[in-house]
């Protein structure tokens, strides 16, 4: 299954037609994409530009040669690794979103699935009269290797894990229960603290987006309400790109993308004649946002 073109079931918007041409700005010579303009290649820029522009007929010739060089620079273990950084290995579960349904790219995707599988952070067995309050001994993964798992990388993974048909594996479920435990007690998350010294910390939007758009169709709503509320209540005010876009993945996963989601998304894309232009990965999932009506998992099919 591939990327899914939802572009004609909305109304064209002359922001969004431009936040794709401003993606394909930073397209290299070779394939690839940078995350700012004349910058060098990425592979978490390239990943998400793939999969902005496939929302829309036409880019195929980029995209394919886009999924090709990330496979080119995939290493022999199966991550997608920042170049001369091979620790750096988050982007290999949005490397995954990119070549989901792309037959040609089965192998390479089937690789970093396994790297996924076999890849976690630093762990320690519980401690009640730690300073932190989170289970530490609960698998997840890590921004970078030999570091503690964090929110983070761990949604992401169990995002790219449950759209390749691996939600039944030991390792997502144990990754789903490390999410649970991290949520914070009055809701939301942030990278992945709960308590210290009996201080509960603050949450952030992205971070609870990206939580809830993992967890979105494996546990109840009841778990996760207090979260959904508060995520409600700061997309309303976000205008941000990844605060706003992930806000709008978290609840558009839960049935619950705003009525006015695709304009303040709009309204956010508008803010760069101030702040200058934001970089590839947040033009790309601020898009998806936008063709998706949130809902990223649908988005890739």
């Known amino acids: 299954m591939a990327v899914v073109c939802h572009w004609r ?3 064209e918007s002359p922001a969004i037609d431009l936040c794709l041409r401003q993606i394909l700005e930073r397209r290299l010579p070779t394939g690839v994409f940078s995350e700012h303009l004349h910058g060098l290649y990425r592979p978490d820029s390239t990943a998400w530009a793939i999969l902005a522009l496939a929302s ?3 880019y195929s010739v980029y995209t394919e040669s886009a ?3 990330l496979a080119a620079n995939q290493l022999q273990d199966g991550r997608i690794a920042f170049p001369d950084a091979n620790s750096v290995f988050w982007p290999t579960a949005i490397a995954v979103f990119a070549w989901q349904g792309a037959g040609s790219f089965d ?10 599988l076999e890849t976690t952070g630093k762990h320690w067995p519980y401690d009640p009269k730690a300073p932190i309050a989170h289970d530490p001994s609960i698998k997840g993964w890590p921004w970078v290797g030999e570091t503690h798992s964090f929110v983070d990388p761990t949604a992401m993974t169990l995002l790219a894990l449950d759209i390749a048909g691996q939600s039944k594996h030991p390792r997502f479920r144990e990754g789903i229960g490390m999410l649970l ?9 942030n990278y992945g603290n709960t308590l210290v010294y009996g201080r509960e910390l603050r949450p952030f939007a992205d971070t609870t987006g990206i939580a809830l758009a993992a967890l979105a169709g494996h546990v109840a709503k009841e778990q996760i309400n207090a979260s959904l509320r508060y995520l409600q209540a700061q ?3 976000c205008r941000t790109p990844l605060s706003l876009a992930w806000a709008l993945f978290g609840l558009g996963a839960w049935g619950e993308f705003p009525n006015a989601g695709r304009v303040w998304i709009c309204e ?4 760069q004649k101030k702040y200058g232009s934001y970089g590839t990965s947040l033009l790309s999932i601020l898009a998806l946002a936008y063709v998706l009506n949130g809902d990223i998992r649908k988005g890739i099919a």
Do not use: M, S, V, Y
Not at 107 to 116: D, E, G, V, Y
């Open 9 to 11: 079931l909305f109304t």
């Open 56 to 58: 829309k007929e036409g």
């Open 67 to 69: 999924r090709a060089c």
């Open 107 to 116: 192998q390479a995707q089937n690789r970093a699935l396994k790297f996924l």
């Open 181 to 189: 435990n991290r949520q914070l007690p009055h809701g939301g998350w």
């Open 235 to 237: 997309a309303e005010k």
């Open 268 to 271: 956010t894309l508008d803010k």
